[in-house]
């Protein structure tokens, strides 16, 4: 048997690999979705896909943190910019649609929203103001503990947070749920895994005996997970398996996760493309509601969104397409001019498949 060991990263090791894969898979049909933006960049820069066999499919989920934030949501952070605040985000959120239009939009019109590369730039500027200062908090496990650092040293009066941060294992979760798509196994995502550690995806292997394993950022990395999730498939398992133990341990980053825990609590999230997915969202708690930006603002957001017509980014979400099989990508939806979410951000898997030429599976 191939041994995962010690394994030489060179290309006989990859060749090795591809053709174990090849032993493993036979002539079963499978489905394995990853949920990470840096494993689609590394899968499709590579080309990896097309040194799988034809039966084997690797698709992206809703691994995209900003390509995931509901449209209401981003209305709610042009009104308050609208409202005379200092809005701030990340870069990639920018561009991202809704029913007031995005960000970028928004600041078009003169309002003040600036983009910062961390939550503790949004904090000096508050600190060098009178005006109020709200950070648009997004992303996953990853990015959510750096807000929960700030909201808990304790930040200036005029400094506040709209959480917008979203959990992983709940959405994976649901596209198990909603059997919208098969899924015969999980390349669970390398940056979230150094936060909640091979224990945060207990539940699923628990409830759902769905094969997984936690992969890093190399190509041989992908393909070795690829493999582990074959092999388990073959031997009838469905585990969390750690390919990526020089950087995640088993119990994840515990003082992490329990300044998670002080700050946040769940909730039930809406995820643009996939609906409410139950106890996903992280909700201020009341300890610092004085720094909760949904609470210390009386805002009123009744627009509406619908993705444009003919986008497909909800089913590029919930893995039941490529970004190629809509019939936008690449013509009226481009990076240049991005229509949905998926062709905005950088994690997007239409943006990705865009930047390195893809249109189909060679």
Not at 48 to 70: A, Q
Not at 128 to 156: I, N, Y
Request: aromatic residues 8%.
């Amino acid at each position: 048997m191939f041994s995962f060991v010690d394994a030489f990263r060179d290309d006989e090791t990859a060749r090795k690999v591809v053709k174990y894969i090849k032993e493993l898979a036979g002539d079963r049909k499978i489905r394995i979705v990853h949920v990470c933006g840096t494993h689609e960049d590394t899968i499709t820069k590579y080309g990896i896909r097309s040194m799988l066999p034809r039966n084997v499919e690797v698709l992206m989920g809703p691994g995209c943190p900003v390509c995931t934030v509901p449209p209401t949501k981003i209305d709610y952070a042009i009104r308050l910019a609208e409202e005379g605040a200092i809005v701030t985000s990340y870069g990639d959120m920018m561009m991202v649609p809704a029913g007031l239009g995005s960000l970028s939009d928004a600041k078009a019109k003169g309002h003040d929203i600036r983009i910062v590369y961390s939550i503790h730039d949004a904090v000096k500027m508050a600190q060098k103001t009178d005006k109020e200062v709200v950070h648009f908090g997004v992303g996953f496990e990853t990015t959510a503990p750096t807000t929960a650092s700030e909201l808990a040293a304790g930040p200036p009066e005029n400094f506040s947070v709209y959480s917008a941060h979203l959990t992983i294992p709940p959405a994976m979760m649901a596209l198990l749920d909603m059997g919208v798509t098969e899924v015969h196994g999980f390349i669970d995502p390398g940056h979230v895994s150094t936060i909640i550690g091979e224990v945060g995806y207990s539940e699923i292997s628990s409830k759902y005996k769905v094969p997984q394993v936690i992969a890093g950022f190399e190509p041989l990395d992908v393909l070795f997970s690829v493999a582990m999730i074959l092999r388990q498939i073959k031997e009838g398992r469905g585990e969390v398996e750690n390919g990526y133990k020089r950087a995640v341990k088993p119990e994840g980053a515990p003082r992490a996760l329990a300044l998670l825990d002080k700050v946040f609590e769940p909730e039930d999230a809406p995820w643009r493309g996939i609906g409410v997915i139950p106890k996903s969202g992280l909700k201020i708690r009341d300890e610092y509601e004085a720094h909760d930006a949904a609470k210390k603002f009386d805002i009123e957001t009744e627009t509406s969104y619908e993705m444009p017509h003919g986008c497909r980014c909800g089913d590029v979400l919930r893995a039941i397409c490529y970004p190629w099989e809509c019939p936008l990508f690449n013509k009226e939806c481009s990076p240049e001019s991005p229509v949905g979410p998926c062709m905005v951000s950088h994690e997007g898997s239409c943006f990705i498949s865009a930047r390195y030429g893809v249109e189909e599976i060679l």
